[in-house]
């Protein structure tokens, strides 16, 4: 099954996209603080100021002349206040920041000791981020001049910086967040590509196939050259050792068949002893199963060459599957197995190698009655499905590996439950193959939801290959 899994490249964009944003918001955050001190340094600073000037102002000039200077200056419209008391605590000058009242002056504790500038500083919160900051300076008179600022005019400033952060860190994340999410898709695309070239390659028998090398990215096409070549050196060897194997069965079969003659000729004599005419026999038997296997190798090498010769003729389809489950019903009643033939009506005569096909069928029964523990049960199914007649065989043996289901198909290959005790060396299921693809056809396996296998092949109802009765 295809990994439908996020790609690394997906969860790695994904981190830094969330690292982008964190950065972002530490950014925002370190802004905000930065704006906050320095406002209420400025606010200090504006405090500082205006005490020193009103200090200077006081004793050249008096009270009236900074009172009438704090009116000019507008400090009433920007919350600020302004006070001036006697020794005694009384208010000789009294403007509080509006709306507040005189009572509304915060009292200085005992501990605040003055500054270098001979300032004493007090600091206290009205609720939603409100702050007041009174600064109060020393007369030389034993007089006391207070200011007072409220930072209601830096929470303004503030919502407002917080508002341009805002939209220029939005800004900037879609600055990041494209290129990242670009370079993602650009990559991850190709990647796929190849991920779907090599399932391809991984399922399909023909050692043909190639990846696609993608353009986009240099490093990914010289990752396909390479392991296209790769593929090539593969098929190289492969069809050097195919071709070394169908020599070496063209070249068995000669000898092997004088060495029969040879012995069927012993047979044949009156002056050999029991002994040497039951090694004959024997050694018979093993040549001829010795030349079934290279007959079976060069029919399973024509069949995937395409070079397989049929011998055409119209077969009732019905008739040959139950002639041939017939062949099989001793054998399996000896196994203790129940044999079912399902077939649909109207299956029609086609165009096909009876031989060949029948042989085909023999196979999948033979790997079903192998595998099927003894009170199984086989069925073997003929039926019509989208303009093809396809024949089934389900036992209820192991079953397959995930693996098997693909690979059982391939010469000299046995499924995981193969054990000492099933003969075989991997070629039946491959002749199975060879005589559907001769026929233009398909093969399958998959596992059976109430357990067991079903193997199947598929023969095309193809003008070729068909004919109506």
Known sequence: MPDRSPSSLWKLSGMMLGLVAFVMVLIWLATIWLFRHHFDEVGKAIIEDDLLEYTALYEQQ????????FEAGGHGQHAQGFRLIDASGKDLINRPIPPQQTDDWPVFPTDIKPDESGIAW???????GKVITVGRLQLPGSEELWFARTNDDDIAALSRVNLLLFFALVFSAVLAVGPVVWFASRVLRPVRLLIDDARRIAREPSLG???RPPDAIPELRNF???????????????EELEAANDQLAHELRTPLARI??????????????PEALDLAARSIEEITRSSSIIRD?????????GAMRLNLEAVDLEHLVRETVDLYSASAEERGLRLEVQVEAN???QYIDRQRVQQAICNLLDNAIAYTPENGKIEI???SDKGASVIRVRDTGPGLSEEDEERIWRRFVRGSAASASNPGIGLGLSLVRAVANAHHGKVGAVNRREGGSEFWIRLPHSPAFSKDE
């Open 209 to 211: 196939l190639r990846i």
């Open 297 to 305: 190798i060069l029919s399973i090498r024509s069949g995937d060459s």
């Open 260 to 273: 029969r003659g040879n012995i069927e000729g012993i047979l044949k004599s009156k002056e050999v002893s």
């Open 347 to 349: 299956s029609g005569t």
């Open 62 to 69: 008096g009270g009236k002349a900074v009172l009438a200077l």
């Open 224 to 238: 396909s050259e390479t392991f296209n070549e790769s593929l090539d050196r593969v098929q190289a060897l492969t």
């Open 122 to 128: 007090l600091r206290r919160s009205l609720g939603k």
């Open 381 to 383: 199914q003929l039926s």
